[in-house]
């Protein structure tokens, strides 16, 4: 079994923690609303020091997104370690002008449905992690 | 590649997310701190459809739980479909009069740093979803 809040723990530089949001598909999104938390499970993609996500119209995640402040999570692991990077920083929903740019972040492919809207997060900060699992010490 | 946000999509019953739920140790939880989301990386149990985490004294994670709502998630996944289940409910810290019954729940083993503190997330709703994996459509 493998522990994320495991010791001894590495901080990683804000370029390896990109790196690794770089290296996967999958993350949550935290967002508050009505002081209440929210987490949706979405995939992304790394786009010029932002997370580039895409949603279909009408979807909690974009109402979600009338509290711009979120909080976003990406991790991976094997048997002998793991990282989580946490991305915190503001939300928009990109207008007119910025599809086509983010086009080319290819958050794809897609299901079966089409996702039409993209949201961006731009980060206030980021922080990463990287655990080596092992025994608790007595 | 692999999405989550995936259609089609299947909700799953509260009995299977719990066994889902199960099935894995690591999750992330969600809080909400002066209406500023926050999410930690965190191993986990099921514990009698409550989850149970263990944390170390003094963590950024035990000061979220001064507000008590959470949004938690856990997620799996293989080439042709994943799951995520969320659970919304209240997290408080373990009194010491319920540590016997925590010990029993195996958030285990542990890592080089003991961890001395238990939260439980009580759920006031669980949700899970199966994805197929698949092209967008045109």
């Not at 723990?9 to 990109?18: E, I």
């Not at 949603?55 to 048997?79: C, I, P, Q, W």
């Amino acid at each position: 079994m493998t522990t994320f809040d495991a010791d001894p723990v590495d901080a990683l530089t804000d370029q390896d923690s990109w790196n690794l949001l770089g290296s996967v598909a999958l993350g949550r999104l935290a967002t508050s609303v009505a002081d209440r938390p929210e987490i949706f499970p979405v995939n992304f993609a790394v786009q010029q020091h932002t997370i580039l996500l895409r949603t279909a119209e009408g979807t909690k995640l974009l109402h979600a997104m009338l509290n711009e402040y979120v909080a976003f999570e990406a991790d991976g692991y094997n048997v002998e370690e793991g990282w989580s990077v946490i991305v915190k920083g503001r939300a928009y929903v990109l207008g007119a002008s910025e599809l086509v740019e983010a086009e080319r972040g290819q958050v794809l492919p897609w299901t079966t449905t089409v996702k039409d809207r993209f949201i961006r997060i731009v980060p206030i900060e980021i922080s990463g992690r990287r655990f080596r699992f092992g025994g608790e010490s007595e």
